[in-house]
T-cell receptor, first 110, second 114 residues
């Protein structure tokens, strides 16, 4: 079983729609969680950290469910510029290494 | 700050040739990483370093070697390139401070091995 699994999509949504997707992780000792964004053929960039209580950053909301071992990302009022691949990142406790999911592709259409 | 830079951006090798990829960061980060990214497989860790003079193996280290002689540089070497090493290689440095844990990636090196 992979350490981090994501639905690859693609999620094709119209502008203004809400889109949400999850990422599951296998290591119950994982302590830190993040969402990164990667545009086509570019380097990944941090979108947001995911906190235990859930957190919002503008139109983006991230949630953590430790009991079921998944994190989620919700994008409200989608913009064309939100089209990208979203990578889930998990860090086990006291580990230098990060585990990346393969990514979920979102395409926002006009 | 330039952030994380990688050299070269593109390279084509023949099977059996060797090369070194250079990663440099000017943010004084202790941790640095080398990943490869292949379609549908996400980022896989090759080697990493937690400080100058130290390196460790990641998930897919075979066929690669690394060195971290200076804090700001992390070199990835391919001694005898194989077609299976055709990939996009990303270097990253990591900032860990109170309230922050962020990986900063370089722009990538696109390597083709014929």
């Amino acid at each position: 079983r992979k350490e981090v699994e994501q639905d690859p999509g693609p999620f094709n949504v119209p502008e203004g729609a809400t889109v949400a997707f999850n990422c599951t992780y296998s290591n119950s000792a994982s302590q830190s969680f993040f969402w990164y964004r990667q545009d086509c053929r570019k380097e990944p960039k941090l979108l947001m950290s995911v906190y235990s209580s859930g957190n919002e950053d503008g139109r983006f909301t991230a949630q953590l469910n430790r009991a079921s071992q998944y994190i989620s990302l919700l994008i409200r009022d989608s913009k064309l510029s939100d089209s990208a691949t979203y990578l889930c990142v998990v860090i086990p406790s006291n580990d230098y290494k990060l585990s990346f999911g393969a990514g979920t592709t979102v395409t926002v259409r006009a | 700050n330039a952030g994380v830079t990688q050299t070269p951006k593109f390279r084509v090798l023949k099977t059996g040739q060797s090369m070194t990829l250079l990663c440099a960061q000017d943010m004084n980060h202790e941790y640095m990483y080398w990943y490869r990214q292949d379609p549908g497989m996400g980022l896989r860790l090759i080697h990493y370093s937690v400080g100058e003079g130290t390196t460790a193996k990641g998930e897919v280290p075979d066929g690669y070697n690394v060195s971290r002689l200076k804090k700001q540089n992390f070199l990835l070497g391919l001694e005898s390139a194989a077609p299976s090493q055709t990939s996009v290689y990303f270097c990253a440095s990591r900032a860990i401070r109170t309230g922050e844990d962020t990986q900063y990636f370089g722009p990538g090196t696109r390597l083709t091995v014929l």
